[in-house]
């Protein structure tokens, strides 16, 4: 037993002065040093660990710093961002990442790697110095070509989206702080100064109306255009501009355009609406205080100083009787008109 014990002893010190890394089957990928990360490019997120024996060859497969196109010698780009020899070998963990528009090569560790252009796929290794890829668990997995169209009936909703860093700016940007919902949210993003190309992001957008028209500028290295009329936006809720409070669940979703003819005959009765951001004012007012039935009653809040055509809001009314008259003002931006008799009117509910 002692003998036994003894060789075990010298097979272990001879394994320790060889410089032997014993590896887990269950856990390591046993690579060789023409390994790539082909196989692994559509795992975006994911983590692979290799082992590579000692004795290796670097490979002219290599090209990018701290961040690798898939198809690099992964063995080689290690021994290039210095955590393991050709000597000794060793164990590397990798995490696949979206393509890039580009990689810079450069000379370290005796490893020379190359330029190149736009690719499809690229890994990072987990020990390197790049920040890790690490979406939240409630958020959409976007791309920088990702759109809200599937999202813009949702008027008031909101939505987490995480991009992956490597990301090429769009083209499809219009609007500053309010967004066209055919932009490019990521891209967008960035012109807001959410997020980088580099590093990607999350971010949290909200569904707004359709505006009656966008300003483009120029922020962040990126470009957005002017547009007219487009029937859906998004802000962004961490920008400048305020999020919509939805409305409770028992309030009566308005539009801009919304009358009360369908409430006239019900005298006394108290109606509680919400009129979404981004409002446009009808010419359909008369009255001041006391409205006729047929009034905008979104335009007639503004009349009144209840809400505003960019935020929005809520109101409550209660239906009146007609009146034999009815006079008309200009309030807070909005001309109301005079009018003779008419058979049932409106007037706001002002809560304390």
């Given at each position: 037993m002692k003998k036994m014990k003894k060789l075990m002893m010298g097979i272990t010190f001879l394994m320790l002065g060889f410089?032997?890394?014993?590896?887990?089957?269950?856990?390591?990928?046993?690579?060789?040093?023409?390994?790539?990360?082909?196989?692994?490019?559509?795992?975006?997120?994911?983590?692979?660990?290799?082992?590579f024996p000692p004795g290796g060859s670097s490979s002219s497969r290599v090209w990018g710093t701290d961040v690798y196109t898939y198809d690099c010698s992964i063995a080689s780009a290690a021994v290039h961002a210095g955590l393991i020899s050709t000597q000794k070998g060793g164990t590397v963990t990798i995490e696949m990442r979206p393509g890039q528009s580009s990689y810079k090569g450069t000379s370290r560790n005796g490893v020379n790697s190359g330029d190149w252009g736009a690719f499809g796929g690229s890994f990072i290794f987990v020990n390197?110095?790049?920040?890790?890829?690490?979406?939240?668990?409630?958020?959409?997995?976007?791309?920088?070509?990702?759109?809200?169209?599937?999202?813009?009936?949702?008027i008031g909703q909101q939505y987490t989206f995480y991009f992956p860093p490597g990301g090429t700016i769009?083209?499809?940007?219009?609007?500053?702080?309010?967004?066209?919902?055919?932009?490019?949210?990521?891209?967008a993003a960035v012109h807001a100064g959410l997020i980088n190309t580099q590093n990607g992001g999350t971010v949290t957008i909200q569904i707004r109306p359709g505006q009656s028209s966008y300003r483009g500028s120029t922020r962040n290295g990126v470009s957005s255009s002017n547009y007219g009329a487009f029937g859906g936006s998004f802000i962004f809720v961490n920008?400048?501009?305020?999020?919509?409070?939805?409305?409770?669940?028992?309030?009566?979703?308005?539009?801009?355009?919304?009358?009360?003819?369908?409430y006239s005959s019900n005298v006394g009765h108290q109606y509680t609406f919400y009129f979404p951001p981004g409002g446009t004012i009808s010419g359909r007012v008369w009255g001041t205080d006391v409205y006729t039935y047929d009034c905008s009653i979104a335009s007639a809040a503004v009349h009144a100083g209840m809400i505003s055509t960019q935020n929005g809001g809520t109101v409550t009314i209660e239906i009146r009787a007609g009146q034999s008259s009815y006079r008309g003002t200009t309030r807070n931006g909005v001309s109301s008109r005079d009018y003779g008799a008419f058979g049932g009117s409106f007037v706001f509910i002002r809560r304390q």
């Open positions: 410089g032997f890394t014993p590896v887990n089957a269950q856990a390591v990928i046993q690579g060789t040093w023409t390994t790539q990360a082909n196989d692994y490019s559509k795992n975006i997120g994911q983590r692979f660990t290799f082992y390197s110095n790049t920040t890790q890829y690490n979406p939240p668990s409630n958020a959409i997995q976007g791309t920088w070509g990702t759109q809200a169209n599937d999202y813009s009936s949702n769009s083209s499809r940007v219009w609007g500053t702080d309010v967004y066209t919902y055919d932009c490019s949210i990521a891209s920008s400048n501009i305020n999020p919509v409070t939805l409305p409770p669940s028992n309030v009566i979703q308005g539009t801009w355009g919304t009358q009360a003819n369908d």
